[in-house]
């Protein structure tokens, strides 16, 4: 059965980091693109950033130049680097796979809850 588990949630004031991480099993994770999404109260989920299996990648302009996404495909792991974090970017994060080749793929975790608050 295919499981991604997310891990790095917490508490953090504002100015501080977190490293979010997503351990991928089943699934055969060198092919997928993935992507971490969030989604605060009240509003919409929204993609956060992502890395291919080519290990391009792609973040949302709020985050730019503050959060990192990286893959270890040994580990079968995504990691998601947060700096300099604000009270806005609070929220429920979800890791998610995307098939690059081969069968249409997707699948999503269970979420890690992000709060910033002082």
């Known amino acids: 059965q295919v499981q991604l588990v997310e891990s790095g949630g917490g508490l953090v004031q504002p100015g501080g980091s977190l490293r979010l991480s997503c351990v991928a099993s089943?699934?055969?994770?060198?092919?997928?693109?993935m992507n971490w999404y969030r989604q605060a109260p009240g509003k919409q989920r929204e993609l956060v950033a992502g890395i291919t299996s080519g290990t391009s990648t792609k973040y949302t302009d709020s985050v730019k130049g503050r959060f990192t996404v990286s893959r270890d495909n040994s580990r079968n792991t995504v990691y998601l680097q947060m700096d300099n974090l604000k009270a806005a970017d609070t929220a429920v994060y979800y890791c998610?796979?995307?098939?690059?080749?081969?069968?249409?793929?997707?699948?999503w975790g269970q979420g890690t809850q992000v709060t910033v608050s002082s």
């Open positions: 089943e699934i055969t994770f060198g092919i997928y693109t």
């Open positions: 998610n796979a995307n098939a690059d080749f081969g069968a249409p793929n997707v699948y």
